[in-house]
């Protein structure tokens, strides 16, 4: 009997007739991207006569963040730190957006030491803000906080400045660094030698001798949230091995409740996506976005999958542009869409991709299929 307590993830349908969609059951915008993107516009609607400025990037969106430049909005930073804006040309006159990633306590200082009011359009997600309480009360109870993130992504620059001033913190970017990490914790390698592999990556003085007796794993937002797991079990483990299971709360904290809903909910739905057949996948998300390239790794694993910033990226039936997020590379691919009297498609979208660029990418797509269905008869069985 199904447990009508637990979510569905099962994917939609969509049959246009020669093509057929099989889409996410979740994606696209969450509370914290939605909430983010609200806030920044209504800053530009109080201060039309002021200047109005993002810290970074509101989201890991290129149209959206096209848009909001088009009104007049500047980027003082970009995504990996590179300095847009000069401090010293803005003053408390300036109205300063903090994107949803959040922003480091340093950052945060200096505007309110310039009298920018930080807090009046501060979209912080309520999500990353809660892995922020929770490194505190982890350093509050002398737990060392280790955050799974990659280390110059905004967001995990600004957990790690939190929680490094409230606990001994450090950054592993995957599974295979965390396991660098747990050669400390068992005493195999030296200090001076996890200065050089995790340097830029630990707090003040972090020693792994004293540091890594009593931990917690806490994330980026948007990472994987699979691996997190399993970097947590990892950790747990060596507890046990080192100090014995009857000991293990003494060393290890249970963290789990920091992870994202919306980045758990649209993991799962790609999940249940592999369990279809289909000929592609296409992924709409930001080249610059963490969750998205997860959601692409996920479908990589069953599909030749294409990961798109935009409809634009489609050029015809047989060319569609595409990046591949492992080399950092845009890439161009001919047809792309097999030829067959059926077709049928993956169809999903990171946390930062409005739903109408997913239609857009729909839509392009069934222009290139001969006698479909209308949207408005692909739709009727909904």
């Given at each position: 009997m199904q447990d009508l307590r637990k979510q569905d993830f099962s994917p939609a349908i969509i049959d246009f007739g020669p093509v057929q969609f099989v889409i996410a059951r979740h994606f696209g915008f969450c509370y914290g991207v939605e909430n983010a993107i609200e806030i920044s516009y209504r800053a530009l609607e109080e201060n039309p006569n002021k200047k109005v400025y993002l810290l970074s990037q509101m989201i890991h969106n290129q149209e959206v963040n096209n848009d909001l430049l088009s009104r007049g909005i500047q980027f003082i930073l970009d995504t990996d730190g590179t300095q847009f804006i000069p401090w010293d040309s803005i003053s408390h006159e300036d109205v300063v957006i903090i994107p949803a990633f959040g922003t480091t306590l340093q950052i945060e200082q200096l505007l309110l030491d310039k009298g920018v009011e930080v807090h009046k359009y501060n979209t912080t997600c309520p999500f990353v803000e809660k892995v922020w309480n929770r490194a505190e009360k982890l350093g509050k109870e002398n737990y060392t906080v280790i955050i799974h993130g990659k280390p110059k992504h905004e967001e995990t620059k600004a957990t790690f400045s939190h929680s490094s001033s409230e606990a001994p913190s450090v950054v592993v970017r995957d599974m295979a660094e965390a396991i660098r990490l747990g050669a400390y914790l068992k005493g195999a390698k030296t200090l001076e030698d996890f200065q050089t592999e995790f340097n830029g990556q630990f707090s003040e003085g972090f020693d792994p001798t004293r540091d890594l007796q009593r931990v917690g794993v806490v994330n980026q937002t948007t990472m994987l949230a699979t691996?997190?797991?399993?970097?947590?079990?990892?950790?747990?483990?060596?507890?046990?091995?080192?100090?014995?299971?009857?000991?293990?709360?003494?060393?290890?904290?249970?963290?789990?409740?920091?992870?994202?809903?919306?980045?758990?909910?649209?993991?799962?739905?790609?999940?249940?996506?592999?369990?279809?057949?289909?000929?592609?996948?296409?992924v709409v998300g930001g080249y610059n976005s963490s969750n998205t390239s997860h959601i692409v790794e996920l479908c990589e694993r069953k599909f030749p999958t294409y990961f798109i910033n935009s409809d634009h990226e489609i050029e015809s039936k047989h060319l569609i542009h595409h990046f591949n997020y492992h080399k950092k590379q845009r890439l161009s691919t001919r047809d792309f869409l097999p030829s067959k009297p059926y077709v049928r498609i993956v169809l999903t979208s990171g946390a930062s991709c409005p739903d109408t660029l997913v239609d857009r990418v729909m839509l392009k797509l069934v222009s290139y299929f001969d006698n479909s269905k209308t949207l408005e008869e692909a739709l009727a069985p909904f």
């Open positions: 691996e997190t797991q399993t970097i947590a079990d990892y950790f747990k483990q060596l507890m046990i091995d080192k100090y014995g299971e009857a000991n293990l709360r003494q060393h290890f904290a249970d963290t789990r409740d920091t992870l994202c809903y919306a980045t758990n909910d649209n993991q799962d739905s790609t999940y249940e996506l592999l369990k279809t057949d289909a000929d592609l996948a296409i």
